[in-house]
């Protein structure tokens, strides 16, 4: 049984940073692409960044390029998301992804392109 666990959530104050990772079990084979993505209760779910597995190629939302990175342990199966310089409007709930749809070719930001999920962490920016 796929699964994919997200840890590393919790409460910070801005300008601060937090690392987030996400622990995929029960792939027979690798996800071609995984992402984050991140929800704020009434409000669609954003996707944030993702990474193809295999070469590593990245794509980033314009709201957090430049202060977020993506980054892959392909020998622990586990994506990290790193973010810095957070910001009260970064507070969500972040979410992992994996198992990009059949017709999402080029892996977008899209929820729907993606069929597994994490039970997503609670991140929190206070002011």
């Known amino acids: 049984q796929v699964q994919l666990v997200e840890s590393g959530g919790g409460s910070v104050q801005a300008g601060g940073s937090l690392r987030l990772s996400c622990a995929a079990s029960?792939?027979?084979?690798?996800?071609?692409?995984m992402g984050w993505f991140r929800q704020v209760p009434g409000k669609e779910r954003e996707g944030i960044a993702r990474i193809t597995t295999t070469s590593g190629g990245t794509l980033y939302a314009d709201s957090i390029k430049g202060r977020f990175t993506i980054s892959q342990d392909n020998a622990k199966n586990t994506l990290y998301l790193q973010m810095n310089s957070l910001q009260p409007e970064d507070t969500a709930v972040y979410y992992c992804a994996a198992d990009p749809q059949r017709w999402s070719l080029f892996c977008g930001l899209g929820p729907g392109e993606y069929i597994t999920w994490g039970q997503g962490t609670q991140v929190t920016v206070s002011s």
């Open positions: 029960g792939y027979t084979n690798r996800s071609r692409c």
